[in-house]
Antibody, heavy 123, light 108 residues
Framework: QVQLQESGPGLVKPSGTLSLTCAVS?????????WSWVRQPPGKGLEWIGE???????NYNPSLKSRVTISVDKSKNQFSLKLSSVTAADTAVYYC????????????????WGQGTLVTVSS | EIVLTQSPDFQSVTPKEKVTITCRAS??????LHWYQQKPDQSPKLLIK???QSISGVPSRFSGSGSGTDFTLTINSLEAEDAATYYC??????????FGGGTKVEIK
């Protein structure tokens, strides 16, 4: 059973860069999974930020693409999110999640989720 | 971008009642529609995948149907523990992957 755990600063200053890491346990980050970041502003719905495959291939939400970088560290079995030029609108619970990649199929559902970490953007 | 519109936004239901939540896609997505349950201060939990496929460990009172643009999540005989917000999600087209706005189910 794959387990995901987010970590990173809970407070980021406006115009700064939000950096989070998702540690993968119970499985290899080099397995056939897409690894995603999803966020949820307080009291609001879910927003997909982007995803990465162990090969380094990425897909980003066009609404955030200019500010987002997702990377993978196979040696540490983890993947990371960087979101630059943050504002109060980026305050949210950030989740990492995974989808099992089945060749020839679409990405499918998010099978596994981390517990989420609240990041507040404030001076 | 594929927009998912859920209805209703909120539903107050008595125990043992049947609950129906709909999700409409802005264009056809086949069966690439998944449902999640999120309780307060918890991460979402997968309930139904590919419109109607059940998930191991999820109670049988949860079922899904639909294809193309119109989908339904049904909770038969609602239990108190089902109080939560329910989201649909499409994996047919990206970027971006998208979610519906959510339906909050309250127990009367």
């Amino acid at each position: 059973q794959v387990q995901l755990q987010e970590s990173g600063p809970g407070l980021v200053k406006p115009s700064g860069t939000l950096s989070l890491t998702c540690a993968v346990s119970g499985g290899s980050i080099s397995s056939s999974n897409w690894w995603s970041w999803v966020r949820q502003p307080p009291g609001k719905g879910l927003e997909w930020i982007g995803e990465i495959y162990h090969s380094g291939s990425t897909n980003y939400n066009p609404s955030l693409k200019s500010r987002v970088t997702i990377s993978v560290d196979k040696s540490k079995n983890q993947f990371s999110l960087k979101l630059s030029s943050v504002t109060a609108a980026d305050t949210a619970v950030y989740y990492c999640a995974s989808q099992t990649n089945i060749p020839g199929s679409d990405p499918g559902p998010f099978d596994y989720w981390g517990q989420g970490t609240l990041v507040t953007v404030s001076s | 971008e594929i927009v998912l519109t859920q209805s209703p936004d909120f539903q107050s239901v008595t125990p043992k009642e049947k609950v129906t939540i709909t999700c409409r896609a802005s264009q056809s997505i086949g069966s690439s529609l998944h449902w999640y349950q999120q309780k307060p201060d918890q991460s979402p939990k997968l309930l139904i995948k590919y419109a109607s496929q059940s998930i191991s460990g999820v109670p049988s009172r949860f079922s899904g149907s639909g294809s193309g643009t119109d989908f339904t999540l049904t909770i038969n005989s609602l239990e108190a523990e089902d109080a939560a917000t329910y989201y649909c999600h499409q994996s047919s087209s990206l970027p971006p992957l998208t979610f519906g706005g959510g339906t909050k189910v309250e127990i009367k």
